[in-house]
């Protein structure tokens, strides 16, 4: 069955960085874009960023550009996301989701349809 | 594009008729899903492109809504439906930003 299995939890310190990752099983890595997703403890879901795993094309929320680099190894069919100068508003749980595409008459619509179980990555000194 | 939920909390009970209301700052079509969440668990999708139904979702969930009005009912409340609702937009690809959520508790 389609999964996608996160990386365990982190504990890091302020200025540092991690790396989270995503294997994916159950379907064609390559022909899905990845996205992920974080929340901090009671808050929303707020989107990070966006991986094309086929050809490797991101795009980053300005929220976290300059911070935030996502790559995938096809290879591995993971995908990882890695933040860096992390602070304490960092401490959130961090989910990987595959982005699924239909097309209903002329349109295309988007739509996250699997998730990973999520990763905390709590920073504190 | 923002967007806000309402109400912020809810409580019902068994067998009621639920109604989650989410307005977006601008148009975004017809390219929003909703989700549901529960403690400690990931997102589950249950609706995209504003009112198709996810594959396995139960029928008492059903959209509606396109522009910047849409709306998410629970036709009658099931045990297992008390969680947190975010709604999404998906009309700026792909920079998707969800709403502040609704929690549904039991009254």
């Known amino acids: 069955q389609v999964q996608l299995v996160q990386s365990g939890a982190e504990v890091k310190k302020p200025g540092a960085s991690v790396k989270v990752s995503c294997k994916a099983s159950g379907y064609t890595f390559t022909s899905y874009a990845m996205h992920w997703v974080r929340q901090a403890p009671g808050q929303r879901l707020e989107w990070m960023g966006w991986?094309?795993?086929?050809?490797?094309?991101?795009k980053y929320s300005q929220k976290f550009q300059g911070r935030v680099t996502i790559t995938r190894d096809t290879s591995a069919s993971t995908a990882y996301m890695e933040l860096s100068s992390l602070r304490s508003e960092d401490t959130a749980v961090y989910y990987c989701a595959r982005e699924a595409t239909i097309s209903i008459g002329f349109d295309y619509y988007y739509y996250m349809d699997v998730w990973g179980k999520g990763t905390t990555v709590t920073v504190s000194s | 594009i923002q967007l806000t939920q309402s109400p912020s909390s809810l409580s019902a009970s068994v067998g009621d008729r639920v109604t989650i209301t989410c307005r977006a700052s601008q148009g975004i079509s017809s390219y929003l899903a909703w989700y549901q969440q529960k403690p400690g668990k990931a997102p589950k999708l249950l609706i995209y492109a504003a009112s198709t139904l996810q594959s396995g979702v139960p029928s008492r969930f059903s959209g509606s809504g396109s522009g910047t009005d849409f709306t998410l009912t629970i036709s009658s409340l099931q045990p297992e439906d008390f969680a947190t609702y975010y709604c999404q937009q998906l009309n700026s690809y792909p920079s998707y930003t969800f709403g502040q959520g609704t929690k549904l508790e039991i009254k």
């Open positions: 991986i094309n795993a086929g050809n490797g094309n991101t």
